[in-house]
């Protein structure tokens, strides 16, 4: 939203929490900085200062609020040019990129397939600050979740929220917040459960929690996920720093609040923001579903709250889309979870009874023979077609993350063999959080709109822009 200071008061003097994650205030009579939805009073017109996001307000001097603790915030959801390029550089900054490679923003742009200079030039207009700037916040607000929330030593903090080390980590905690970081353990209870860790992610409501679960259970994968009427739980490798990070995490629903509880098994506690980034795409948490549903129209009405699954890794999403191509959901199960069998590892489960073996990295799968796989009862061409995407992923032709190119991915995907325009706008959709995405060519698409022919439904799906994957699950959810 533009920031026009009378607007942002009076959405202050609300509490509205459709504006919670759209700005932050900072208060100068305090050197505080709040969300909008923040229960402490009102404070004066003249002593406030609205910014785009928690890094601009913390770069002019303000220290984050105690109580409504801007860290936990719900993100912004964009989907034109620049802010999609800003998001898709944040997602690749929480996932850890600024941390685990030596070419800094540099890096950072190549992968994204910019230059440096176009990178801060967005990241200022987004944020009003630079991405090392906005990476550095990022980093400080989950160490001070982490030390309020969990009982990890404060080595562990440190090095989980991304800093090289300790001494930085004391300095720069110090410097931004006034206090030193031993100050907060003093002062907070550790919650934190015996044996995991406990985070909560904030989402817009409202949010159609028992339609995500029902659609996670129907595709879930025996040993890697588990889905109850009231949890997903699944397993993780996140590499990074040059070590593999292996475990489990656990996703609920928060009762009477607009948050998804998150436990993490200790395995994970260095690449948290991976696991964080990765829950807040998989569950969709930066939608805002009153934009969706005021283009959706009355497609919407029945649910509003409806998201768009995201995924956990994009060359497992890729894969599962291979596997299922023309065969039912339940087939498709059944071939993937012989696959996790016979090429996934085990992993020490977060529950006794949760899910205890991996995915199949991409490395597992390229340069076999199709025939191994054909062997599990794949078809020979899908057997050739998983082959070949996990080859293009190895050798860095085909990056599948939300941060990636999406029309580049598109193109790359269909050059596959046997991968077109349905798989490929699939993994658009899911594996690269593409809001626009759209199957032209799915049999329950072209029978909900009452279409024979593609072309048709293309130009049917133009009234729903730029959110026609939401229109897809609608369309989806109301055929079953």
Same mark, same amino acid.
Request: aromatic letters at 8%; glycine letters at 8%.
């Given at each position: 939203m533009p920031l026009d200071a009378d607007s942002c008061y009076r959405a202050l003097q609300a509490h509205d929490p459709r504006f919670d994650g759209k700005f932050f205030v900072g208060v100068s009579s305090t050197g505080i900085y709040c969300r909008p939805v923040c229960t402490v009073r009102s404070p004066r017109r003249e002593n406030c200062h609205f910014f785009a996001s928690a890094a601009a307000a913390e770069v002019e001097g303000y220290r984050p609020c105690m109580r409504c603790r801007p860290e936990l915030a719900p993100g912004n959801a964009g989907v034109d040019a620049t802010a999609r390029l800003a998001q898709?550089?944040?997602?690749? $900054?929480?996932?850890? $990129?600024?941390?685990?490679?030596?070419?800094?923003?540099?890096?950072?742009?190549?992968?994204?397939?910019?230059?440096?200079?176009?990178?801060?030039?967005?990241?200022?207009?987004?944020?009003?600050?630079?991405?090392?700037?906005?990476?550095?916040?990022q980093r400080l607000l989950l160490a001070k979740r982490l030390l309020t929330d969990t009982a990890l030593p404060m080595t562990e903090v440190a090095l989980a929220s991304g800093f090289a080390s300790v001494r930085r980590f004391n300095a720069l905690f110090k410097d931004r917040y006034r206090m030193p970081p031993g100050r907060l353990r003093k002062e907070g209870t550790a919650r934190a459960l015996p044996g995991r860790l406990a985070f909560e992610l904030a989402y817009r409501p409202p949010?159609?929690?028992?339609?995500?679960?029902?659609?996670?259970?129907?595709?879930?994968? &025996?040993?890697?996920?588990?889905?109850?009427?009231?949890?997903?739980?699944?397993?993780?490798?996140?590499?990074?720093?040059?070590?593999?990070?292996?475990?489990?995490?656990?996703?609920?629903?928060?009762?009477?609040?607009?948050?998804?509880?998150?436990?993490?098994?200790?395995?994970?506690?260095?690449?948290?923001?991976?696991?964080?980034?990765?829950?807040?795409?998989?569950?969709?948490?930066?939608?805002?579903?009153?934009?969706?549903?005021?283009?959706?129209?009355?497609?919407?009405?029945?649910?509003?709250?409806?998201?768009?699954?995201?995924?956990?890794?994009?060359?497992?999403?890729?894969?599962?889309?291979?596997?299922? @191509? @023309?065969?039912?959901?339940?087939g498709a199960r059944t071939l993937l979870g012989r696959l996790v069998h016979a090429f996934g590892g085990a992993v020490a489960p977060l529950y006794a009874d949760g899910p205890a073996r991996l995915f199949p990295a991409p490395s597992c799968i390229a340069g076999r023979s199709p025939t191994e796989l054909t062997r599990l009862g794949l078809t020979g061409a899908r057997a050739r077609s998983l082959v070949a995407l996990a080859e293009a992923v190895v050798n860095g032709e085909l990056e599948l993350s939300p941060g990636a190119d999406v029309d580049g991915a598109v193109r790359r995907l269909q050059a596959l063999p046997g991968i077109g325009p349905w798989?490929? @706008?699939?993994?658009?959709?899911?594996?690269?959080?593409?809001?626009?995405?759209?199957? &032209?060519?799915?049999?329950?698409?072209?029978?909900?709109?009452?279409?024979?022919?593609?072309?048709?439904?293309?130009?049917?799906?133009?009234?729903?822009?730029p959110w026609r994957a939401y229109a897809v699950l609608h369309l989806w959810r109301n055929a079953t």
């Amino acid at each position: 939203m533009p920031l026009d200071a009378d607007s942002c008061y009076r959405a202050l003097q609300a509490h509205d929490p459709r504006f919670d994650g759209k700005f932050f205030v900072g208060v100068s009579s305090t050197g505080i900085y709040c969300r909008p939805v923040c229960t402490v009073r009102s404070p004066r017109r003249e002593n406030c200062h609205f910014f785009a996001s928690a890094a601009a307000a913390e770069v002019e001097g303000y220290r984050p609020c105690m109580r409504c603790r801007p860290e936990l915030a719900p993100g912004n959801a964009g989907v034109d040019a620049t802010a999609r390029l800003a998001q898709a550089a944040v997602s690749l $900054i929480e996932n850890g $990129i600024l941390d685990d490679e030596d070419g800094g923003v540099e890096g950072l742009a190549a992968r994204m397939g910019v230059t440096s200079r176009h990178l801060r030039r967005i990241f200022d207009a987004e944020f009003g600050v630079s991405p090392v700037e906005y990476a550095q916040t990022q980093r400080l607000l989950l160490a001070k979740r982490l030390l309020t929330d969990t009982a990890l030593p404060m080595t562990e903090v440190a090095l989980a929220s991304g800093f090289a080390s300790v001494r930085r980590f004391n300095a720069l905690f110090k410097d931004r917040y006034r206090m030193p970081p031993g100050r907060l353990r003093k002062e907070g209870t550790a919650r934190a459960l015996p044996g995991r860790l406990a985070f909560e992610l904030a989402y817009r409501p409202p949010y159609d929690w028992a339609s995500m679960l029902s659609f996670l259970g129907a595709r879930a994968i &025996a040993g890697v996920e588990d889905v109850t009427p009231d949890a997903y739980r699944r397993t993780l490798a996140i590499a990074q720093r040059g070590a593999v990070h292996i475990g489990g995490i656990e996703v609920r629903r928060v009762p009477r609040k607009a948050a998804l509880a998150v436990a993490v098994s200790p395995a994970l506690a260095r690449v948290v923001p991976a696991v964080l980034a990765r829950v807040k795409h998989a569950f969709d948490l930066t939608c805002d579903p009153a934009v969706v549903a005021a283009a959706l129209g009355g497609l919407a009405n029945g649910h509003p709250g409806l998201r768009v699954p995201g995924a956990f890794d994009g060359f497992e999403l890729a894969a599962r889309a291979v596997v299922g @191509q @023309q065969i039912t959901v339940r087939g498709a199960r059944t071939l993937l979870g012989r696959l996790v069998h016979a090429f996934g590892g085990a992993v020490a489960p977060l529950y006794a009874d949760g899910p205890a073996r991996l995915f199949p990295a991409p490395s597992c799968i390229a340069g076999r023979s199709p025939t191994e796989l054909t062997r599990l009862g794949l078809t020979g061409a899908r057997a050739r077609s998983l082959v070949a995407l996990a080859e293009a992923v190895v050798n860095g032709e085909l990056e599948l993350s939300p941060g990636a190119d999406v029309d580049g991915a598109v193109r790359r995907l269909q050059a596959l063999p046997g991968i077109g325009p349905w798989t490929a @706008q699939y993994v658009a959709m899911r594996a690269l959080g593409w809001p626009d995405a759209f199957p &032209a060519n799915d049999l329950v698409v072209l029978k909900a709109l009452g279409e024979t022919r593609p072309a048709r439904a293309l130009i049917r799906s133009e009234a729903w822009r730029p959110w026609r994957a939401y229109a897809v699950l609608h369309l989806w959810r109301n055929a079953t």
